[in-house]
């Protein structure tokens, strides 16, 4: 008898929700927003970022990449990674670019002259980490961290029914 086959989580079979596809999508999704709020400050604003921020700018896209890495391996941790990546770089957004200059970690946009464009990526950018956050929280809730790593099916002989959960 050959040894089943492990399923990847992220590929759900025919009728089957996809979760941990939700994730996947969800996390590619906010590195893309992440990278075009990176090209916004680098190109378009025309004035120097502060260190402290850009490197801030650089953990929010390495907590997203490693909320990824988590779903495409089917990880259990995968929708904690989200829910905290989510919810700290919304508190990021809020606390660099909304609030008055506050110090070492700040860059607000209302003491800058930017267009449209610019409010825009950072208004969607922060509307989407806290919908990144919920994501996360929404698959927590239905129990996804516990199935992430069980897969129905495997270890069965054919023809024996996958159970139902």
Same mark, same amino acid.
């Given at each position: 008898?050959?040894?089943?086959?492990?399923?990847?989580?992220?590929?759900?079979?025919?009728?089957?929700?996809?979760?941990?596809?939700?994730?996947?999508?969800?996390?590619?999704?906010?590195?893309?927003?992440?990278?075009?709020?990176?090209?916004?400050?680098?190109?378009?604003?025309?004035?120097?970022?502060?260190?402290?921020?850009?490197?801030?700018?650089?953990?929010?896209?390495?907590?997203?990449?490693?909320?990824?890495?988590?779903?495409?391996?089917?990880?259990?941790?995968?929708?904690?990674?989200?829910? %905290?990546? *989510?919810?700290?770089?919304?508190?990021? #957004? $809020?606390? /660099?670019? !909304?609030?008055?200059?506050?110090?070492? =970690?700040? @860059?607000?946009?209302?003491?800058?002259?930017?267009?449209?464009?610019?409010?825009?990526?950072? %208004?969607? *950018?922060?509307?989407?980490?806290?919908? #990144? $956050?919920? /994501?996360? !929280?929404?698959?927590?809730?239905?129990? =996804?961290? @516990?199935?992430?790593?069980?897969?129905?099916?495997?270890?069965?002989?054919?023809?024996?029914?996958?159970?139902?959960?």
């Amino acid at each position: 008898m050959a040894p089943a086959k492990s399923r990847n989580p992220a590929r759900p079979r025919p009728g089957e929700s996809a979760p941990i596809a939700t994730l996947v999508y969800a996390s590619t999704a906010m590195l893309g927003l992440q990278a075009i709020h990176a090209i916004d400050h680098l190109s378009f604003q025309g004035r120097a970022l502060p260190v402290p921020v850009a490197a801030l700018g650089l953990v929010e896209s390495l907590a997203v990449g490693w909320a990824l890495l988590l779903a495409l391996r089917g990880d259990r941790h995968a929708p904690l990674a989200a829910a %905290l990546a *989510g919810a700290f770089i919304a508190a990021a #957004f $809020a606390a /660099v670019h !909304l609030a008055p200059n506050w110090g070492l =970690l700040s @860059d607000p946009y209302s003491e800058a002259s930017l267009g449209p464009f610019s409010w825009a990526v950072m %208004l969607v *950018g922060s509307a989407a980490s806290t919908t #990144f $956050a919920l /994501v996360g !929280l929404s698959l927590l809730r239905s129990g =996804l961290a @516990d199935r992430a790593r069980s897969c129905p099916g495997e270890g069965q002989t054919p023809g024996e029914d996958t159970p139902q959960a």
